[in-house]
T-cell receptor, first 113, second 113 residues
Framework: DSGVTQTPKHLITATGQRVTLRCSPR?????VYWYQQSLDQGLQFLIQ???????AKGNILERFSAQQFPDLHSELNLSSLELGDSALYFC????????????FGPGTRLTVT | GDSVTQMEGPVTLSEEAFLTINCTYT??????LFWYVQYPGEGLQLLLK?????DKGSNKGFEATYRKETTSFHLEKGSVQVSDSAVYFC????????????FGKGTKLSVKP
């Protein structure tokens, strides 16, 4: 158990809909990262927050957004969903930013039908 | 830019065989290097890490040495078990960033009894 929790574990929704994925980092970790894992793209970094502030953006679509709250949990919002958004979404956390190891949650499997 | 190149799988071995999974990298400076493992149906787990040149990371019988001269971080295990069957990812923090990871494509290992 990494100490990172993600909910829900599975999500099935229709095209055009909006969903919210939630992540709670390990106790004491200030940095949260979101990654997308799909068969064709592999593991791709989406966005990072540190202590409530956005710090880095990767290949995140404009339809996607995220935030980190004062209690350090984070939410990833995916809107106007398309079939191609079906993937595993992982949250990871680390104590700081830079060369720190990241600890991953179990992931949320999103299926868009 | 920074990148990770990992040997393609799948790799199939018999129990007690020797394992090598090659990983080479291109990076700005000398970042930490990581191996993550993903067991079927689970999230990524940090397997081992090395933070500077010539460091050897080790865990659960796996080892990898940070080789600056060959820009490599190959994963090895002397005697694999069926329980080692998983996907292995080499990773490094993107240079100049806040630490978000770049992953190799992953190598699927299957160990037969």
């Amino acid at each position: 158990d990494s100490g990172v929790t993600q909910t829900p574990k599975h999500l099935i929704t229709a095209t055009g809909q909006r969903v919210t994925l939630r992540c709670s980092p390990r106790s004491g970790d200030l940095s949260v990262y979101w990654y997308q894992q799909s068969l064709d793209q592999g593991l791709q970094f989406l966005i990072q927050y540190y202590n409530g502030e956005e710090r880095a953006k990767g290949n995140i679509l404009e339809r996607f957004s995220a935030q980190q709250f004062p209690d350090l949990h984070s939410e990833l919002n995916l809107s106007s969903l398309e079939l191609g958004d079906s993937a595993l979404y992982f949250c990871a956390s680390s104590v700081g930013i830079g060369n720190y190891e990241q600890y991953f949650g179990p992931g949320t499997r999103l299926t868009v039908t | 830019g920074d990148s990770v190149t990992q040997m393609e799988g799948p790799v199939t071995l018999s129990e007690e065989a020797f394992l090598t999974i090659n990983c080479t990298y291109t990076a700005t400076g000398y970042p930490s290097l990581f191996w993550y493992v993903q067991y079927p149906g689970e999230g990524l787990q940090l397997l081992l890490k090395a933070t500077k040149a010539d460091d050897k990371g080790s865990n659960k019988g796996f080892e990898a040495t940070y080789r600056k001269e060959t820009t490599s971080f190959h994963l090895e295990k002397g005697s694999v078990q069926v329980s080692d069957s998983a996907v292995y990812f080499c990773a490094l923090p993107l240079g100049g960033s806040q630490g978000n990871l770049i992953f190799g494509k992953g190598t699927k290992l299957s160990v037969k009894p």
